[in-house]
């Protein structure tokens, strides 16, 4: 089963997809790629691809800045990154323990 298509708006957009890299937020940077190669293809929309460690909160408001600086106002957030574990609570690392809200809960929250 394919997704559904993502549709762009006439004027281009500034959206930021958290987690792309991998898993759900790859499948929607892929779709989102696919909308704006349209919008390339009538002379407008460009994708840009740009590295950050969610962990690294202290470092958010410079990378806000520095997208504004570059692209414009920031329209849309797919917050999709976060982590997760399976097994038991019991042998679970605790730096894992300490990650998961550390990264699933303060980055969006801030």
């Not at 898993?23 to 892929?30: N, Y």
Request: proline fraction near 8%; charged fraction near 15%.
């Amino acid at each position: 089963m394919s997704a559904p298509p993502v549709s762009w708006p006439a004027a281009a957009r500034n959206v930021i997809v958290t987690g792309g890299s991998r898993g759900l937020g790859f499948g929607m940077a892929c779709q989102l790629a696919a909308a704006i190669n349209k919008v390339r293809d009538q002379g407008t929309g460009s994708l840009h691809f740009r590295p950050f460690d969610l962990n690294e909160i202290a470092a958010l408001p410079g990378l806000v800045k520095e997208l504004r600086g570059k692209f414009g106002a920031l329209h849309s957030l797919i917050n999709n990154a976060g982590i997760g574990t399976s097994g038991m609570l019991a042998i679970t690392p605790d730096r894992l323990i300490e990650q998961m809200p550390r990264l699933n809960v303060l980055p969006p929250s801030i």
